[in-house]
């Protein structure tokens, strides 16, 4: 019986790879996806922002490194005042820290009541 088990041990491990394989397809098909989801997530997240006196606190998820002067760079944590611009892409807030300015990505952001 031993062999027998060894055999049907082994038939799962070539299985295994199979499964591995078509489980990154199925995250990559339903990552395809998600994006829809979070930008209607993010558009009520806008709408609120909009409908609120203007602007609101976010929570800062991640550090995140300004590519350039028109970012504002942030450290997981802090919280910040952010709001939206007309004509803006939908992915990025205007972001405030004191006297600094800048878009800051939304994915880094939990937004705050």
Do not use: C, H
Not at 81 to 104: A, H
């Amino acid at each position: 019986s031993f062999p027998s088990t060894f055999l049907s041990n082994n038939n799962q491990s070539s299985t295994t790879p199979v499964q591995s394989v078509s489980t990154p397809s199925a995250l990559a098909s339903a990552s395809a996806s998600l994006p829809s989801v979070s930008n209607s997530i993010v558009t009520s997240g806008i709408s609120e922002l909009k409908s609120s006196s203007g602007s609101r606190k976010a929570r800062v998820l991640y550090d995140y490194d300004a590519a350039n002067s028109s970012e504002l760079s942030l450290l997981a944590d802090e919280v910040i005042t952010v709001y939206s611009i007309p004509g803006m892409d939908s992915d990025w807030l205007m972001g405030e820290r004191g006297n600094q300015k800048g878009k800051v990505p939304i994915t880094y952001l939990e937004l705050l009541n």
